[in-house]
């Protein structure tokens, strides 16, 4: 299925403490009706008054983590978007926590095949994860390069690769 096909007509809400981010997202997403928020105050409101397809979320500036927790209170699937959280340990903490996929602000231009990935999973029933691993694997890999991050959580990922409950 084409990525045009998935998103057109998608309802999204985009969240980030930065106008150039909201306004780029906005632009790369076009095809779907956006909602943005600069703050977690306005997110929050916005998760907890309208049915979105899917949340894409900053981690730093607008409390993204306690943001995910909302969306998946009302079973909105969350895409973490981040420059500064960019660690194992937040990548981790995001599949913990619920969220559908996690990408690096460095991939932002390919927003649209990510947020494809994740609404094309949750049509299919299948793991957004999955999916995850194969776009952006080779690039954490070089990211955490030398600390061993797929074998240090090997355990955690098999897991949650293998779960269908994202």
Request: charged share 35%.
């Amino acid at each position: 299925m084409s990525h045009r096909k998935i998103l057109k007509g998608k309802l999204v809400l985009i969240v980030d403490d930065e106008k150039d981010i909201l306004d780029l997202l906005t632009d790369l997403l076009g095809i779907c009706r956006i909602d943005t928020a600069s703050s977690f105050e306005q997110a929050k409101e916005l998760l907890e008054s309208n049915e979105y397809d899917i949340a894409i979320l900053d981690i730093m500036g607008v409390k993204g983590y306690e943001l995910l927790k909302i969306a998946n209170e009302h079973n909105i699937p969350a895409l973490m978007l981040t420059a500064h959280a960019l660690t194992k340990e937040d990548l981790k903490k995001s599949a913990e926590e619920g969220a559908s996929y996690y990408v690096p602000k460095d991939k932002i231009n390919k927003i649209d095949t990510f947020v494809a990935d994740v609404l094309e999973a949750k049509e299919k029933d299948k793991n957004p994860w999955v999916r995850w691993f194969e776009r952006l694997g080779s690039f954490f890999d070089k990211k955490f390069s030398g600390t061993n991050w797929r074998e240090q959580g090997k355990e955690f990922w098999v897991q949650k690769l293998r779960s269908r409950d994202v």
